[in-house]
């Protein structure tokens, strides 16, 4: 399968999967799992920064029109994808995976611990921006920190489990004709 073909796909399962069965999951009106922007982290290494930022955009957009929100995933979904090829830079040697592999995985970056890093990482940013748009402000800061963290909780969970069982096949590039 192509890498756009491919793409599109897991663009509208996240949707799918997040608007139909995950908006559904409210655990005291506090934690809300998201899974969705898992599409962006999992976007080749090589895709030109303009196709990111603007994908990104679609996807929040996307997930916005869904729920009626005023563009809260859409920011954090661009904030993301602006972040991510940095994270990618200083988590992954020069002399790298994005040469050898095609996108971010546990194994292209160099184990289980630098991915869940990078994970990690856009997952508290996404949701700290996210919860942090949707309140407005800081007035209630324990209740917007432990929904921030008890969410990134839930999200990682699901994102390592759904890492673990949809394993993405990853071939080993190499500069030999």
Not at 24 to 29: G, N, S, T
Not at 147 to 159: D, G, P, Q
């Amino acid at each position: 399968m192509s890498t756009l073909a491919k793409n599109i796909l897991r663009f509208i399962l996240f949707i799918l999967v997040q608007v139909y069965i995950l908006d559904r999951i409210h655990v005291h009106y506090m934690v809300t799992p998201y899974v969705y922007f898992l599409f962006i982290l999992w976007l080749p290494f090589n895709i030109n920064r303009t196709v990111l930022m603007i994908t990104a955009f679609a996807l929040g957009f996307t997930l916005d029109s869904f729920r009626h929100n005023p563009g809260f995933h859409t920011a954090a979904c661009v904030l993301i994808a602006y972040i991510r090829p940095f994270l990618i830079n200083l988590l992954i040697p020069q002399e790298g995976a994005e040469t050898n592999y095609d996108e971010p995985s546990a194994k292209s970056m160099g184990g289980f611990a630098p991915y869940t890093v990078y994970i990690g990482i856009l997952t508290l940013i996404h949701h700290g921006w996210l919860f942090l748009l949707e309140a407005l402000e800081f007035a209630n800061f324990w209740y917007f920190l432990f929904k921030t963290l008890f969410s990134l909780a839930i999200s990682l969970l699901l994102i390592l489990v759904t890492e673990l069982l949809f394993n993405r096949k990853q071939k080993f590039r190499t500069n030999t004709v």
